[in-house]
């Protein structure tokens, strides 16, 4: 019997400070033509939409987010990816990171070891120079769910 051979598929996780790497060096391309275009525009120094501040606000607190899926590909010898599914979240994510969405009013941030922080609407940019702290904490402890095929 001939069979049609199956694509390759594989579960890993990427912490925030990986995704944010492969991004801004332009391994992640996240409007392949085949992807629907962004329905809600994202603006430097805008709020950005409800659900896109919901998002952002769960992801720092770790409330798990659906998967990512990514297509490997190559370009000559570079490795780089394409989303499959779930770029809208993506974008909105990285929209957070460059000061383009907010998050929601009343954040509130706690550690293991019971510190607060109030980080309610605020951008990235103000977490960070209010709190240096959480900079690395936050980039170390957001995970990307990935399912990559190639």
């Given at each position: 019997?001939?069979?049609?051979?199956?694509?390759?598929?594989r579960?890993?996780?990427?912490?925030?400070?990986?995704?944010?790497?492969?991004?801004?060096?332009?391994?992640?391309?996240?409007?392949?033509?085949?992807?629907?275009?962004e329905?809600?525009?994202?603006?430097?120094?805008?709020?950005?939409?409800?659900?896109?501040?919901?998002?952002?606000?769960?992801?720092?607190?770790?409330?798990?987010?659906?998967?990512?899926?990514?297509?490997?590909?190559?370009?000559?010898?570079?490795?780089?990816?394409?989303?499959?599914?779930?770029?809208h979240?993506?974008?909105?994510?990285?929209?957070?990171?460059?000061?383009?969405?907010?998050?929601?009013?009343?954040?509130?941030?706690?550690?293991?070891?019971?510190?607060?922080?109030?980080?309610?609407?605020?951008?990235?940019?103000?977490?960070?120079?209010?709190?240096?702290?959480?900079?690395n904490?936050?980039?170390?402890?957001?995970?990307?769910?990935?399912?990559?095929?190639?």
């Open positions: 019997m001939i069979k049609i051979k199956q694509p390759t598929k579960v890993a996780e990427w912490t925030f400070r990986e995704v944010q790497t492969k991004w801004v060096s332009g391994r992640i391309e996240p409007n392949p033509e085949y992807q629907r275009p329905t809600d525009e994202l603006v430097t120094l805008g709020t950005g939409s409800d659900w896109q501040r919901e998002l952002i606000s769960d992801v720092i607190l770790l409330n798990p987010f659906q998967k990512i899926h990514l297509r490997e590909r190559t370009k000559g010898k570079i490795q780089y990816w394409e989303i499959v599914d779930g770029g979240r993506s974008r909105a994510i990285i929209g957070f990171f460059t000061n383009c969405v907010k998050t929601i009013d009343g954040l509130v941030l706690e550690l293991e070891d019971g510190t607060k922080y109030e980080i309610g609407d605020m951008y990235w940019s103000e977490i960070i120079t209010k709190y240096s702290e959480l900079e904490v936050i980039l170390d402890s957001v995970m990307f769910d990935l399912t990559i095929h190639s």
